[in-house]
C-alpha cells in the first residue's frame, strides 16, 4: 500500500516542520519572572524581559495577530501587514511592468537584428553587472523622490533578466518555423505574431520569472533604504523596535508572498508552454 | 517549342571555400523544364542538391548562377504560388492541427470570412483522413504519419500553382507510407496541380511520377536524365508492379543510383549538353534520346 508520491513527501514535509519548531520552541531561553527585581529593574518598572530570539509559539501567536487584522492603519510608524505587503506589491510590480514594456520590444529587437546585438551587447555587459542598490543615490537625486526611486531601482533590476532572455528566445526560434512563416507570405507584424512570439514565449517567460524573482528580493532592500513603507521597511522598524518577533514573522511573509509571485508566473509559463 | 510552365535555367550552387580556394560546386548547369499539372520526383544520392534545388524553386534560397522562372516570371523569395511540404513537417507546434491550416488559408485567401476559411481547411482535412476531434489535437499529441497528413492538408488547401514536397514520407514507417502515398495520389488525381518532389524511394518515385530526374553524385552534380514513366493511371500500389515496364524502369533507376551517378559524376566539359538525356521504356525496350526534351506526360487518366 504505497500512497501517491506527493501524499508522502506532503507527509515528510510535516514531519521535518514539526521537528524544526520542536527544536526551535525547545532551544528558546524561557523567560523566567524574575524573583527579585533589582534596583534597575524596579526603576525600569518591572522585569524586561531580555532579547532574544522568540520561540515559534511566539511568533504564530504574533502571525495570528497580524494576519486577522491586516489592513489596520495607526499612523506612519504602526500600519498592518497587510498595508506594508501591499505597498511593496505597488513598488515591485510598477517598475517591473515597465521594465518588461521596455525591455521585451528591445529583446525582440535585439534577437532579430545580429547588428542591434553587437551594437548593445557592450552596454547590457556593463550594466548588467551592477547592483540594483548601487543605482540609488544616483536615482535619489535624479528623481528627488525616494518612492519613485525604489521603483527605479526595481526597474532597473528587472530588466536584464527579460531582456536577455526575450533576445535569446527570439534568436533561437526554429528555422523552420522562420520559413512557415516566410513561405506563407506573412508580413513582418504577422510573423511575429504568429510564429516569432509563441515560438519565444517559453523563453520570454522564463525571463520573466527571474526577473520577478530578483525584484522582489531587491525591494526589501532598497525599502530598507529609502524608509516610510513596505515589507523591508517594516522589518527594519521591527528591528529598531527589538521586536524580534514581528521580525521573525516579516521574514516569513517575504517568504510567502515571494512563493506566490513565483507561482502565479509558473503557471503563465504553463499557458505559453509547448510540446515539440 | 513552348515555353514550359516551370523552367529551371542553368542553375548552379557553389559555397565559397574559407580562405578564398577553389569554391565547392554542389552542382552546376541545371537545366529543366516541367509542364503545368505534371508530377516530377527527383533522386539522387545526399549531397548532390537536391534540397538545394527545391529550396530555390521554394524561394528560401538562391542560386549562384541561373535563373527559375515560373509562369513567365523570375522567382525570388517565397510566395504562396509555391507550397512546400518538408520532412520535418514544419507544423507550428503550439497550434493546433486545424489552426495550422487556416493560418495558412487565411494568408492566401484575405478576404474570406472565418467561416470560408474553417470549411476550406476543413474540406482539406478531411481529404486526408483529419477530422471528428483530430484536427482539434496538437501536433505533439499527432502520430507522425498524422502531422504529414496535416502538413498535406495544408500545401494543398492554398492552391498553390507548384507543390513542393522535400522527402515528405522519408520519416514514416513503409506501412503508413504506403497509405499516404495513396492519399496524396487520390488528393492530387483531383487537381491539376504540379508537383515536384525529392525522395530516396525508388517504387514511390515510379508509384507517383510522370517523370523522374536522375541526379549524379556531388560535387559537380547535374541532372543526367530525365526518365519517362508511361504507366497509365490510376495507379495502384498493389497493380502497378505488374506493368510490363515496371522492373524495366525500377531497375533502371537502381542501376544508375548504384553505379552509373558515380561514374557520371564529376566536373562536365564545356560545350556538353546540359540538358538531361530523355529515357522511355515501351515495347521496344530503352530508348534514349538526348534531343527529345520536355515531352509533357499526356497520359493522365482520371
Redesign the interface.
Known amino acids: 500500500m504505497l500512497a501517491s508520491l506527493n501524499a508522502r513527501a506532503l507527509v515528510l514535509s510535516l514531519v521535518l516542520l514539526a521537528v524544526f519548531l520542536g527544536l526551535w520552541e525547545a532551544a528558546s531561553p524561557k523567560q523566567e519572572l524574575a524573583g527579585e527585581l533589582t534596583e534597575y529593574e524596579l526603576l525600569m518598572g518591572g522585569a524586561e524581559p531580555k532579547a532574544a530570539v522568540p520561540p515559534p509559539s511566539d511568533v504564530i501567536a504574533k502571525a495570528w495577530e497580524e494576519l486577522s487584522n491586516p489592513f489596520y492603519d495607526a499612523g506612519p510608524n504602526d500600519k498592518g501587514i497587510g498595508i506594508q505587503i501591499g505597498y511593496s506589491l505597488y513598488r515591485v510590480l510598477s517598475g517591473y511592468f515597465l521594465a518588461a514594456a521596455l525591455a521585451i520590444p528591445v529583446g525582440f529587437l535585439i534577437g532579430m537584428s545580429p547588428l542591434m546585438y553587437k551594437a548593445l551587447d557592450p552596454f547590457i555587459q556593463v550594466l548588467r553587472p551592477i547592483s540594483p542598490l548601487a543605482w540609488m543615490p544616483l536615482a535619489l537625486f535624479v528623481i528627488q523622490d525616494s518612492q519613485a526611486s525604489a521603483i527605479f531601482v526595481i526597474f532597473i533590476c528587472s530588466i536584464w533578466p527579460m531582456l536577455i532572455n526575450t533576445a535569446f528566445g527570439v534568436a533561437g526560434v526554429r528555422k523552420d518555423w522562420v520559413n512557415v512563416a516566410r513561405t506563407h507570405e506573412l508580413g513582418a507584424f504577422k510573423t511575429a505574431w504568429i510564429v516569432i512570439l509563441p515560438a519565444a514565449a517559453p523563453t520570454i517567460l522564463t525571463g520573466m520569472r527571474i526577473s520577478i524573482g530578483i525584484a522582489w528580493l531587491v525591494i526589501v532592500a532598497a525599502e530598507m533604504l529609502v524608509g516610510g513603507t513596505g515589507i523591508g521597511y517594516y522589518v527594519w522598524n521591527e528591528w529598531n523596535n527589538l521586536d524580534l518577533t514581528s521580525v521573525v514573522f516579516s521574514i516569513l511573509m517575504i517568504g510567502v508572498v515571494g512563493m506566490l509571485l513565483d507561482t502565479a508566473f509558473a503557471y503563465c509559463a504553463r499557458l505559453v508552454q509547448y510540446q515539440e | 517549342m513552348s515555353t514550359p510552365f516551370l523552367s529551371l535555367q542553368n542553375l548552379s550552387k557553389r559555397f565559397q571555400a574559407p580562405k578564398g580556394g577553389e569554391a565547392l560546386t554542389v552542382f552546376e548547369n541545371v537545366n529543366l523544364g516541367i509542364e503545368k499539372g505534371e508530377f516530377v520526383c527527383i533522386i539522387g544520392h545526399s549531397g548532390c542538391g537536391k534540397s538545394t534545388i527545391l529550396n530555390i524553386l521554394?524561394?528560401?534560397d538562391e542560386p549562384t548562377e541561373g535563373a527559375v522562372i515560373m509562369n513567365g516570371k523570375e522567382v525570388s523569395?517565397?510566395?504562396?504560388d509555391?507550397?512546400?511540404v518538408?520532412q520535418?513537417y514544419?507544423l507550428?507546434?503550439?497550434?493546433s492541427a486545424l489552426k495550422n491550416v487556416t493560418?495558412?488559408v487565411q494568408?492566401?485567401y484575405k478576404s474570406w470570412s472565418k467561416k470560408q476559411v474553417h470549411d476550406h481547411s476543413m474540406k482539406y482535412l478531411e481529404m486526408v483522413g483529419l477530422a471528428g476531434g483530430a484536427e482539434l489535437r496538437?501536433p505533439?499529441q499527432l502520430s507522425g504519419g498524422m502531422r504529414q497528413r496535416v502538413s498535406i492538408a495544408r500545401a494543398f488547401a492554398?492552391q498553390p500553382e507548384l507543390l513542393l514536397l522535400d522527402e515528405p514520407f522519408g520519416a514514416l514507417d513503409a506501412l503508413t507510407r504506403g497509405s499516404i502515398q495513396d492519399e496524396l495520389i487520390r488528393i492530387w488525381s483531383g487537381s491539376d496541380q504540379t508537383v515536384f518532389m525529392i525522395t530516396h524511394d525508388v517504387d514511390e518515385a515510379i508509384l507517383l511520377a510522370d517523370r523522374i530526374l536522375l541526379m549524379t553524385n556531388g560535387p559537380y552534380a547535374r541532372v543526367a536524365e530525365s526518365v519517362q514513366v508511361d504507366i497509365p493511371r490510376p495507379r495502384e500500389r498493389a497493380n502497378i508492379i505488374h506493368h510490363s515496364d515496371y522492373y524495366d524502369i525500377r531497375n533502371h533507376l537502381v542501376e544508375f543510383l548504384a553505379t552509373r551517378s558515380k561514374e557520371l559524376a564529376g566536373k562536365q566539359e564545356d560545350g556538353v549538353l546540359a540538358e538531361p538525356s530523355v529515357v522511355r521504356f515501351g515495347a521496344h525496350g530503352v530508348i534514349t534520346d538526348p534531343k527529345d526534351n520536355r515531352k509533357p506526360a499526356t497520359s493522365r487518366a482520371e
Open positions: 521554394a524561394g528560401l523569395g517565397p510566395s504562396l509555391r507550397g512546400i518538408f520535418n514544419s507550428l507546434p503550439w497550434l493560418f495558412a494568408a492566401r496538437k505533439s492554398i
